[in-house]
């Protein structure tokens, strides 16, 4: 099999990408190693930014996220049974983001390529990546059984964090920089209306919550729990009573309880691969870098990275030049560190760490009072959360 970009990953990323180069005209394959109903169903992440929301109507997939998806013009943090409201428009010049969920975004774009894209192979583990220093590099993987190879003038690894494109890196000079929290994130699915028209984000003594949402009737909402938890053993009134305790607020407002029909534990972790190109491969999305959760950056990492890469690839073909492909790390990775450390930020403002002194209590506080009082704090915030622009 050959084609011009082999795509490693069916998940926001290679979808998105292979959409990409299919309307400037460059052909593509992708391989995703599970099967289309998994693709379409694992339950991930639920924001996009402005910029995301305009890059998949300009593809022609914004049809049903219009239609479906919710326009958010800020969230509400929360701390000592208070509320603040951060307003996204207010504060940036007009900025939004949009509730709809990855699994949308995903069933959306399978549904484009399989219409009318190049081939998107399920059941399809790529095994390797070989000779990316070379013009030709070679994808082996196998298809249902049969190992096949994949002949490519570029790779792209959007293959996630645990996918086999970073492992074609040589060591030098590669490098990584990460750090894993000691806590993580018990996620729920429930059928019950949003007990607030927009997110929630709490800082609580007994640790984080979040309310959050997929459609005016399923809420998802998310616990700080310790790492390693194993969610089977919360039961589902133990999870709405602490959600209960945490979300609280002096004002009476009330959590509504549903069926819970979800119910999964999501590890935090920072992490960057640098840098995401070697030769004829390149990395996006996860392959090359993971942000933890709290600032809802991942999948709108991933979009700008393909984004950047699709131009790069159209530039290459049109003029020659390698310039934008040279620029690719470089450019992406600027972005990356501005999410990670939004990321981070987020992360401590709002969670408790095991071993947290009062001393770190009060300078959460202090930081969110800061953000609650200082219209500079809170354009800060603003602008981060709605997002970068793409440049
Ligand atoms: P992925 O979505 O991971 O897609 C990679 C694809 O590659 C997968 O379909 C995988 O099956 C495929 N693949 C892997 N190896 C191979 C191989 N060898 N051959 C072929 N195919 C392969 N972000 C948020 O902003 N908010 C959240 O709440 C949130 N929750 C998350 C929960 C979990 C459990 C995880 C893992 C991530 C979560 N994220 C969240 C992050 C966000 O979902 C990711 O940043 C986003 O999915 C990145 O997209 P991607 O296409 O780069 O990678
Ligand atoms: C969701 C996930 C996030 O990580 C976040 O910060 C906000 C919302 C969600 O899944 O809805």
């Known amino acids: 099999m050959r084609t011009t970009v082999g795509i490693i990953g069916a998940g926001p990323a290679g979808l998105l990408l292979a959409r990409l180069l299919h309307r400037a005209g460059i052909d593509s394959v992708v391989l995703e190693s599970r099967d289309r109903a998994y693709v379409e169903q694992r339950q991930r992440a639920g924001i996009l930014e402005q910029g995301t929301a305009d890059v998949l109507?300009?593809?022609?997939?914004?049809?049903?996220?219009?239609?479906?998806?919710?326009?958010?013009?800020g969230?509400?943090?929360?701390?000592?049974?208070?509320r603040h409201r951060v307003d996204f428009p207010g504060l940036t010049g007009g900025r939004s983001v949009t509730v709809y969920a990855q699994t949308e975004v995903c069933k959306d774009l399978v549904a484009l390529q399989v219409e009318e894209g190049g081939p998107l192979?399920?059941?399809a583990e790529a095994l390797a990546v070989?000779?990316?220093?070379?013009?030709?590099?070679r994808v082996p993987f196998r298809h249902r059984g049969v190992e096949q190879v994949l002949e490519c003038d570029y790779?792209?690894?959007?293959?996630g964090f645990?996918?086999?494109?970073?492992?074609a890196f040589p060591a030098e000079p590669s490098r990584v920089f990460e750090r894993s929290y000691p806590y993580a994130w018990l996620g729920i699915l429930a059928d019950v209306a949003p007990s607030h028209g927009e997110l929630v984000y709490a800082r609580h003594d007994r640790g984080f919550a979040l309310l959050s949402m997929r459609s005016p009737t399923v809420s998802r909402l998310y616990l700080q729990v310790p790492e390693g938890t194993d969610a089977a053993r919360w039961g589902d009134e133990e999870i709405w009573d602490e959600l209960e305790r945490r979300l609280e607020t002096a004002d009476g407002w009330r959590l509504e309880r549903g069926p819970v029909t979800q119910k999964s534990v999501t590890p935090m972790r920072s992490f960057v691969h640098e840098p995401m190109r070697h030769g004829r491969l390149f990395l996006a999305g996860d392959a090359a870098h993971i942000v933890p959760p709290t600032g809802a950056k991942g999948l709108n990492l991933a979009v700008g990275d393909v984004v950047t890469l699709a131009?790069?690839?159209v530039h290459r073909r049109d003029t020659g030049s390698e310039e934008l492909l040279d620029a690719y790390s470089a450019t992406c990775l600027r972005r990356i560190w501005q999410a990670e450390r939004f990321s981070y930020d987020m992360t401590t403002l709002l969670h408790r760490a095991p071993g947290a002194t009062a001393f770190d209590a009060r300078l959460q506080r202090a930081r969110l009072e800061r953000i609650a009082s200082s219209h500079a704090a809170g354009t800060d915030l603003a602008e981060a959360y709605t997002g970068f622009p793409l440049q």
Request: aromatic share 6%; net charge negative.
């Open 57 to 73: 109507r300009a593809v022609g997939a914004g049809e049903r996220m219009d239609r479906e998806g919710l326009r958010h013009d």
């Open 155 to 159: 790779v792209v690894g959007c293959d």
């Open 130 to 137: 070989e000779g990316a220093e070379g013009d030709r590099p």
């Open 311 to 313: 131009r790069a690839l």
């Open 75 to 82: 969230i509400e943090l929360r701390f000592d049974g208070r």
């Open 162 to 167: 645990w996918g086999v494109a970073r492992g």
């Open 121 to 123: 192979l399920f059941e």
